[in-house]
């Protein structure tokens, strides 16, 4: 509001509209609400929530696996423990209404920064197309899952280093702080990392004016090496940095998870409009790039066509990164073209925003955000939730060890139930993931040496995968339940000549 001799007035119509990064926060914030469920659909949500109770429970770090019964005393490094407290004490507190609500504030933060840095050096109207064209991409991707916290931070420290190599200014150590942060929410801080080696090698290809390469070398150069300094401010120490780099060398990981896989892209129309924009502005623009930033964005394409899940990354890093060549582009593209209302308008709001413009942006998001607040999520069956099945095994009196899909481990942990098999992949290894998944997809054999391994007495399994119909034909296991979610088998006294599987 505004002050005058006769008191304070109404502010101007322009005080109360957001700007664009606002907006566009807003929006995401929004479009997530509208399917929030769709966030939950996730078997490791459960995993990281029931980690983050033991983890404030215990005011410690599981240093071997509690949860399972195949893997006692294995060591297991919970590298997003902090993102895992976090969740398990918003559900603790709010239920899953909250720990949704927290991701999608935290998403569209994340968007919201986007636009804002990349006002800093294109015009709105393709500022906002570039982050629309993110936000879609990294939609599909939006879980309740430690990632989504890290996304604010990938967006900030990205922005800030590719921020200051475009301005010639020296390396912004400020934000070293993120990456201690970040290590310790997500293994995506490794991202981070490469980024800053990435602004060593520009600095020394394309050194700012009136510097040597040597003195960029070093100016850089320490900053990489306070980053990865950084990255080791965690309770898991050497191993935290090192574990992500494991688990992305897994083999059945990229050969069994549809996420580290190539994209489909029937399935992926955003990836496929990023594919096809990324030739038409190079064509219709006449952007040209440095040989770096040229391969940093090649790179980041080829990252993302052999694993889908590295969309996220190039959603953010590679807009932020065209963003001032583009601009040049434009502006000489458009230089002798006469004045667009359409430009004209969106510049409007081309502008840090007022108070009451913030107020009226987080007064429309907290109506918007009522019904799930009032009218909790309440979750029983859904494609990882087998609370029927799991319901219908307690009444019939099934206990010992489970034999269970890897969609419903997670679950089982969140309810107590020790599991077979979950979604730590790192701590099972790949030739554990690599025989389930030969068991799941039917594989008698793969089964059997499970089994032989690790006696169960029950199985709680996905209703059509091929581990239940080997099941169905055992002699000594019966189905008990079944459903649209799940099926339940339990164990039978063996057939005569038979006798049950032992550990060797």
């Known amino acids: 509001m505004m ?30 609400l509208v399917e929030k469920r769709a966030l939950l659909n996730d078997p ?69 920064l986007m636009m804002r840095f990349l006002l800093r050096q294109l015009p709105p109207l393709p500022a906002l ?97 306070a980053a990865l300094l950084a990255a080791l401010v965690t309770p898991n120490g050497l191993a935290g940095l090192i574990q992500p780099i494991r688990l992305v060398r897994m083999p059945a990981l990229q050969s069994i998870f549809v996420e580290w896989m190539s994209p489909n892209f029937q399935q992926s129309p955003a990836l496929d409009m990023w594919m096809l924009g990324l030739v038409f502005v190079g064509f219709s623009t006449g952007v040209r790039l440095p040989l770096p930033r040229l ?18 990354v190039l959603a953010i890093v590679a807009p932020l990164a065209l963003a001032l060549p583009l601009a040049s582009a434009l502006r000489d593209l458009t230089a002798a073209q006469p004045p667009s209302r359409l430009l004209a308008w969106t510049t409007r709001l081309d502008r840090p925003a007022s108070v009451p413009a913030v107020v009226v942006t987080a007064v429309i998001a907290l109506i918007a955000a009522l019904p799930t607040a009032l009218y909790p999520i309440v979750r029983t069956d859904d494609a990882v939730t087998p609370g029927a099945a ?61 089994l032989q391994q690790h006696p169960v007495t029950w199985a709680l399994l996905l209703p059509n995968i091929g581990a239940a119909a080997v099941f169905a034909r055992l002699p000594d296991w019966k189905k008990v339940y079944a459903d649209d979610r799940a099926v339940v088998f339990a164990r039978t006294e063996p057939s005569a000549g038979q006798e049950r599987p032992r550990s060797p």
Not at 69 to 78: C, D, E, L, N
Not at 131 to 150: D, G, K, N, Q, S
Not at 405 to 423: C, H
Request: glycine share 10%.
């Open 295 to 312: 391969a940093l964005v090649v790179g980041l394409v080829h990252m993302t066509l052999q694993h889908a899940r590295h969309g996220d």
């Open 390 to 450: 799991l319901a219908a095994a307690q009444r019939l009196g099934l206990t010992g060890p489970v034999y269970n899909s890897e969609a419903f481990g997670g679950y089982l942990i969140f309810r107590g139930v020790p599991s077979f098999i979950d979604g730590r992949v790192e701590m099972y290894g790949n030739d554990v993931i690599a025989k389930d998944y030969a068991a799941e997809e039917g594989s008698e054999a793969a089964l059997h040496e499970l």
């Open 44 to 112: 490791d949500t459960y995993l990281h929530i029931a980690a983050g109770r033991w983890i404030l429970a215990h005011w410690a770090l599981p240093v071997h696996d509690p949860f399972s019964h195949t893997m006692p005393g294995a060591v297991w490094i919970s590298s997003e423990w902090l993102a895992q407290a976090a969740f398990a004490a918003v559900y603790d507190a709010t239920g899953w209404s909250g720990v949704v609500l927290l991701s999608i504030t935290v998403i569209a933060i994340a968007i919201g």
């Open 129 to 225: 197309i570039a982050t629309i064209a993110a936000a879609a991409l990294l939609l599909p991707h939006m879980l309740v899952r430690p990632h989504v916290l890290a996304l604010p931070l990938l967006v900030v420290w990205t922005g800030s280093i590719i921020g200051a190599r475009d301005a010639g200014r020296p390396p912004p150590f400020l934000v070293l702080p993120i990456m201690a942060v970040w290590t310790n929410v997500h293994g995506s801080f490794l991202v981070g990392i490469a980024l800053a080696a990435y602004a060593v090698c520009e600095a020394v290809w394309q050194p700012r004016p009136g510097r040597t390469r040597t003195a960029e070398a070093l100016s850089w150069g320490a900053f990489a090496l």
């Open 3 to 32: 002050q005058t001799a006769r008191g304070w007035a109404a502010p101007r119509w322009d005080q109360i509209v957001p700007s664009w990064p606002f907006i566009v926060g807003l929006a995401m914030f929004g479009r997530l």
